[in-house]
């Protein structure tokens, strides 16, 4: 499963270099391009691929790490990123949670390892997969759950000042956080 998952990222990286090399909306190109490389993966990897959330997560990341790699904003791209990665994974039959969770997790993560700031990270996910649920015809109120749990829960593995900074961006940036995250603190 492991050598998978790193294909899976490493092709998705590849793909997106070589599809947003040299373009000159990278912004505006994300969404359809990781939604085209998730449906693709989901298609060439068969059944058991839509199980769990690796597959969200595993795509997030070499998306990240190719529109690093070609040197565009990788904050600017992560709305964009979770929106085509959660609405390819869902329209591939993939579960809504499941999609929601490993996305955002894994935007959050790779924001850290990429230098990013970890809250305007937090924000982007989290709009990014709400919408993506809303376009597909999912549950917006469970997306907004999931996504925001998986935020904050991301927050607190990373540790240091990542929790406070998730929380507070979170609660700045997303409608209707607050009151989840204060839910989860009890």
Known sequence: MFKLLSQ????????????????????????????????NTVKESGEFIKQGFNVPASVVKGSLDGISEIGSSVVGAIKGVVHGTVHGFMQEGGKQNDAVQGAVGQAIKSAEELGQNVGDAAVASV????????????????????????????????????IDDVED????????ADKIIDSIKK
């Open 8 to 39: 899976v990222v490493s092709g998705v990286k590849g793909g997106i270099v070589s599809t947003l090399e040299g373009t000159a909306d990278v912004t505006g190109s994300i969404v359809g391009a990781v939604r085209d490389l998730t449906v």
């Open 169 to 176: 961006a979170l609660k700045a940036g997303v409608d209707g």
């Open 127 to 162: 709009h990014g997969a709400v919408d993506a649920v809303k376009d597909i015809g999912g549950d917006t109120t469970e997306a907004l759950k999931d996504a925001v749990t998986a935020a904050f829960n991301t927050a607190k593995d990373i540790g240091g000042n990542a």
